[in-house]
């Protein structure tokens, strides 16, 4: 908008005043035509109006009027307190919006938000009210188009969360979550038929409650993330908690597996696909070696890792969530039950079958002693082997070199 414009404009609003003040209504109905926000608008409401600086002034008018503060008749000025629609033209530069002068609780509630936190350490990149809600366009959560909304929500946060100069900027943690997020069940599921039942970020961070991971009271502590996850998973749930490892953790042994050590936080996949069942070996092999590593001698752990999830994987045998001490007779791999758990995929085993050691080491004389006699009998046959051989080149290369060089008592005829 050019000077002169703006004059033309001041002028015309100086008109309308003085005629709306000569038909003066009586003070019950304050909102006496021309009202506040038809003023401010006269000057803001053009699409390409812009400040001094460049930067853009517009409001878009309608899209107001139809936002929460619109539909409660809010002023312009309720916000823009420092103002007055009397006392036209403005100063250049205004002080921002405070929140608080109407949403007091909730601007308590984010200055202890990890966001809240971060601004006034300062870090200006971390969100704030408008960040998440917006400016002029504030919607209720409900309403289908509002940033907060359900299915909105994810495009919210991933503004920042998912855009990689943001996210070097404002030194966010974990990278790019976004698009972790948005291949996995949860992303997929927000975009289906489930969309009202899967989560989207603040079902598992919480909103104004929002903590970093490090706080013990955060949803998404390490002792926190079963109950967060079994919100909505309650037989996995249940059937965790019943499980050596929930019990660990319930003893607050937090060395145990929770929900995420084993599906991830933001990158859950659909359990029956191959990448996740062959990786979840993997991550019961983070803390158990040695099990991955027998497992791996066998017919079914090298089969797996070549990346096929046909043969049995761990939790094949032991269970995802119900895993027990094998000298658990309800575990699934106890004395009682184990000959079942073969017999789910080798439909003919006998007794005999099921005897055999999935996890045979052949470092443990104890438990696998035929193994551990024929493990032994194969190296001190391989080093007999390589000992005679090399014996044997060693001898050969001395008689070539007397050869050779003549000192043999063999003279070529
Ligand atoms: C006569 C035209 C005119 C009217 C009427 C007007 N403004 Fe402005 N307003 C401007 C211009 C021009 C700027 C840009 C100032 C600059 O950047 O130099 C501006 C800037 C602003 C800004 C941004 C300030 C900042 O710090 O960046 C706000 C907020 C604002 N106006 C609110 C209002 C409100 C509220 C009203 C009604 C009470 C109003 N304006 C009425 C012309 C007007
Ligand atoms: C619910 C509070 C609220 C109301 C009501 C409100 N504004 Fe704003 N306005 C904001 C916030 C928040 C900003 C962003 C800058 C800041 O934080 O101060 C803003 C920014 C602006 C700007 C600067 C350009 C921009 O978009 O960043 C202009 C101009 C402006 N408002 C004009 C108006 C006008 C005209 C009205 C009335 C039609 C109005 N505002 C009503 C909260 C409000
Ligand atoms: C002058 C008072 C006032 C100011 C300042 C104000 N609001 Fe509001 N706000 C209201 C009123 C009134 C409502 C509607 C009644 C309600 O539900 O609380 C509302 C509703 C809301 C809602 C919807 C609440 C719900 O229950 O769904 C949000 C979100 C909101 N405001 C955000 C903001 C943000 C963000 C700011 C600062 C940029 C702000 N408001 C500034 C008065 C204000
Ligand atoms: C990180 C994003 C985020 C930030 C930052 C944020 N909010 Fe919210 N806010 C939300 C979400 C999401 C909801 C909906 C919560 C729900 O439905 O449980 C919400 C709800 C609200 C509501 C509705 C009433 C209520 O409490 O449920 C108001 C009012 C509100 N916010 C105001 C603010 C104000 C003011 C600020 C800044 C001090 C702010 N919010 C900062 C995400 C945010
Ligand atoms: C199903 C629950 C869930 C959902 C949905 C979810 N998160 Fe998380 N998020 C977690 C858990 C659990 C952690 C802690 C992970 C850990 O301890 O490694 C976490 C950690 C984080 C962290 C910190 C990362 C770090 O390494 O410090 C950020 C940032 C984050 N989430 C943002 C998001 C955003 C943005 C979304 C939405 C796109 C989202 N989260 C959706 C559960 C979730
Ligand atoms: C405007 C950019 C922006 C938006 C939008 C945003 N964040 Fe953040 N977020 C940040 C920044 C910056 C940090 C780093 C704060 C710090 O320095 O501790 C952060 C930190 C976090 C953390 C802390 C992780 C930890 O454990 O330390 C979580 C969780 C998080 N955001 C989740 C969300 C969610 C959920 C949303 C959407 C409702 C969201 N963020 C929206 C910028 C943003
Ligand atoms: C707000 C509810 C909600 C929360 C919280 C939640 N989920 Fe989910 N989750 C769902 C829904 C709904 C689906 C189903 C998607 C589908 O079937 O298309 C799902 C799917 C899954 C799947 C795939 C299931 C399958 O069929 O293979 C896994 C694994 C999973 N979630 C793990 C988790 C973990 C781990 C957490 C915690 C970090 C968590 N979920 C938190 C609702 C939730
Ligand atoms: C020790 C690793 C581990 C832990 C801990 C774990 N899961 Fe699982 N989860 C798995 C495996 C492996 C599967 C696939 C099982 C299968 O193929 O039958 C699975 C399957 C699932 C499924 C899909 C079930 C189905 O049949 O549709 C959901 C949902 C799920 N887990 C949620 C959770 C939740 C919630 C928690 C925490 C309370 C959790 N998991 C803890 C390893 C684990
Ligand atoms: C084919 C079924 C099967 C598979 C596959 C399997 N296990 Fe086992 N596992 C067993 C049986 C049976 C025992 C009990 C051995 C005994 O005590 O005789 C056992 C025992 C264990 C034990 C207890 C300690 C021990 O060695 O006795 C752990 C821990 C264990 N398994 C972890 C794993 C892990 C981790 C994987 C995957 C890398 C895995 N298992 C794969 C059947 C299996
Ligand atoms: C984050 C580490 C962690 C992960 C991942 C993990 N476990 Fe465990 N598990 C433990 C701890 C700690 C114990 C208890 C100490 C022990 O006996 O080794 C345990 C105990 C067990 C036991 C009982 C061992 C016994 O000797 O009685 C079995 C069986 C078992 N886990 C199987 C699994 C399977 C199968 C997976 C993958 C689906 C898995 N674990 C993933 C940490 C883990
Ligand atoms: C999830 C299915 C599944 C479970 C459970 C399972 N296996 Fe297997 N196992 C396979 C498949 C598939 C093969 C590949 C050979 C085949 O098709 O028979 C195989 C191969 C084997 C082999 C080598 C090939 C052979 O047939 O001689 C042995 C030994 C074996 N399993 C033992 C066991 C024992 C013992 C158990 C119970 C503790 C068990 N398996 C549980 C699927 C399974």
């Known amino acids: 908008m050019t000077t002169a414009t703006m004059l033309r404009t001041f002028c015309a609003l100086v008109c309308i005043g003085l005629a709306a003040s000569a038909h003066a209504k009586p003070a019950a109905t304050p909102a006496a035509a021309p009202n506040v926000n038809e003023t401010c608008l006269a000057c803001h409401a053009a699409a390409d109006a812009k400040g001094t600086a460049g930067k853009s002034i517009a409001v878009d008018g309608p899209k107001f009027t139809t936002s ?16 007055a ?9 205004l002080k921002p919006v405070n929140c608080a002068n109407c949403h007091d609780a909730a601007v308590k509630e984010y200055s202890t938000t990890v966001h809240g936190i971060a601004r006034k350490g300062g870090n200006n990149v971390a969100a704030t009210c408008t960040d998440c809600h917006g400016t002029h366009d504030i919607l209720r959560s409900k309403s289908a188009e509002s940033r907060t909304n359900h299915v909105n929500l994810e495009a919210t946060c991933v503004r920042c969360h998912g855009d990689k100069i943001t996210i070097a900027k404002g030194k966010l943690p974990g990278g790019d979550i976004g698009s972790e997020f948005h291949d996995s069940i949860h992303g997929k599921a927000l975009r289906g038929a489930a969309k009202m039942s899967a989560p989207e970020c603040t079902d598992c961070h919480g909103a104004h409650n929002m903590l970093p991971k490090s706080d013990p009271r955060s949803k998404v502590a390490r002792a926190n993330i079963p109950d967060t996850c079994g919100s909505c998973h309650q037989p996995e749930f249940k059937a965790y908690t019943n499980g050596m490892h929930g019990k660990m953790r319930q003893q607050g042994v937090l060395a145990a597996p929770g929900c995420t050590d084993c599906h991830s936080a933001h990158a859950i996949q659909q359990h029956e696909a191959a990448a996740f069942q062959t990786g979840a070996i993997n991550e019961c092999g983070t803390c158990h070696h040695e099990s991955l590593s027998t497992y791996r001698d066998t017919f079914h752990g090298q089969v797996t890792a070549l990346g096929y999830a046909r043969t049995a994987t761990c939790a094949s045998c032991h269970g995802a969530h119900d895993v027990l001490p094998p000298t658990n007779p309800a575990s699934k791999v106890s004395k009682q039950n184990r000959l079942a758990t073969c017999q789910q995929c080798h439909a003919g085993a006998s007794a005999n079958f099921a005897s055999f050691d999935p996890h045979a080491s052949r470092h443990e004389r104890e438990r696998n002693p035929a193994y551990w006699y024929a493990a032994k009998f194969m190296e001190y046959l391989l080093i007999g082997v390589f000992a ?5 080149t060693a001898f050969w290369l001395y008689r070539s070199l007397r050869v050779k060089f003549g000192g043999g008592d063999r003279k070529e005829p």
Not at 388 to 392: A, P, Q, T, Y
């Open 68 to 83: 929460v503060h619109g539909e409660f008749n809010l002023k312009c000025t309720d916000c823009h307190t420092d103002v």
């Open 388 to 392: 005679f051989f090399g014996i044997h």
């Open 85 to 93: 629609a009397d006392k036209i033209p403005h100063a250049e530069t």
